[in-house]
């Protein structure tokens, strides 16, 4: 796990990685299918392509529905900005220019399976998080601090259910 920023201004990051023992072209539709991501993630409850799309591609939109016991209920449209077959899919959230958050899933071709990443920035766009801390400016650092450490947990648990998932296929 790495990450980087105190701030959110900062557009603070985390990545975490795990190796996958089955080759990229494997691990790709478990990544870019977001009708599985709920089964995946601890945060994500549903997610439905949006304009008729079916399949991820560039400049395609989704909607996606979370859920935080701390910060409630939220949807938010995202936007496909990367989506290179067995290399990368990202998205960045609410709008492409100035984003609430930016997220890619990076596979890459080693020692026979695939390193796997998922790496997430913050901001530079408003979010719920951004609005606690415009609550509370003085608490900043440890808002996004504690941000970071839930976005690594569970990042880390996403990876390892792709892993699973992946190597038993």
Not at 8 to 19: F, I, K, L
Not at 22 to 36: F, G, K, M, N, Q
Not at 43 to 57: C, I, N, V, Y
Not at 137 to 153: A, D, S
Request: negative net charge; aromatic residues 8%.
């Amino acid at each position: 796990m790495e990450w980087t920023g105190a701030r959110y201004a900062d557009g603070p990051t985390v990545e975490v990685r795990t190796w996958i023992d089955a080759p990229p072209e494997r691990v790709w539709p478990l990544v870019s299918d977001i009708a599985l991501m709920p089964e995946l993630s601890d945060e994500l409850r549903s997610a439905e392509w949006l304009d008729g799309a079916t399949k991820p591609a560039l400049g395609a939109r989704f909607l996606g529905r979370s859920r935080h016991d701390a910060l409630g209920e939220w949807s938010t449209t995202s936007y496909v900005v990367e989506c290179a077959p067995a290399r990368a899919f990202a998205w960045a959230v609410q709008d492409v220019a100035e984003p609430t958050a930016l997220w890619r899933f990076g596979l890459r071709a080693e020692r026979g399976g695939t390193e796997l990443t998922e790496w997430v920035r913050m901001g530079p766009g408003s979010s719920g998080l951004s609005r606690a801390i415009e609550r509370m400016p003085e608490k900043e650092q440890k808002i996004v601090f504690v941000r970071l450490r839930e976005f690594e947990r569970n990042m880390t648990a996403t990876l390892d259910r792709i892993k699973r998932l992946a190597e038993r296929n």
